[in-house]
């Protein structure tokens, strides 16, 4: 079966860098977008950044523009996402996940993914 698993959360304080690794396995990965999620206590599940098959086209959401870097490896099939300069408003658990419909567009819609890890906490203090 499908199984993404995620690596890398952890605490750091602000201004710090973490480096997530989502690890896919039971799927043919270069087929599939691949996002990276985050859902803080309280608060919607939002997506942070997606990479489509190719890497031709990456999406970050506003917020972490020029601080956050998504990246794959299909020979490897994991997907990266290289956060920098981290604030406390970053603090969430980070959720990778696997679209297979291809339809870039959606590529910032949670219900447009079929498979989710179980998802890693990032936690940034002040």
């Known amino acids: 079966q499908v199984q993404l698993v995620e690596s890398g959360g952890g605490l750091v304080q602000a201004g710090g860098s973490l480096r997530l690794s989502c690890a896919a396995s039971?799927?043919?990965?270069?087929?599939?977008?691949m996002g990276w999620f985050r859902q803080a206590p309280g608060k919607q599940r939002e997506a942070v950044a997606a990479?489509?098959?190719?890497?031709?086209?990456?999406y970050y959401r506003d917020s972490v523009k020029g601080r956050f870097t998504i990246s794959r490896d299909n020979a490897k099939n994991t997907v990266y996402l290289q956060m920098n300069s981290l604030k406390p408003e970053d603090t969430a658990v980070y959720y990778c996940?696997?679209?297979?419909?291809?339809?870039?567009?959606?590529?910032?819609?949670?219900?447009?993914?079929?498979?989710w890890g179980q998802g890693t906490q990032v936690t940034v203090s002040s």
């Open positions: 990479i489509n098959w190719s890497s031709a086209n990456t």
């Open positions: 039971g799927l043919t990965f270069s087929s599939y977008t």
């Open positions: 996940a696997a679209d297979r419909s291809r339809r870039w567009y959606l590529a910032g819609t949670p219900d447009e993914y079929d498979y």
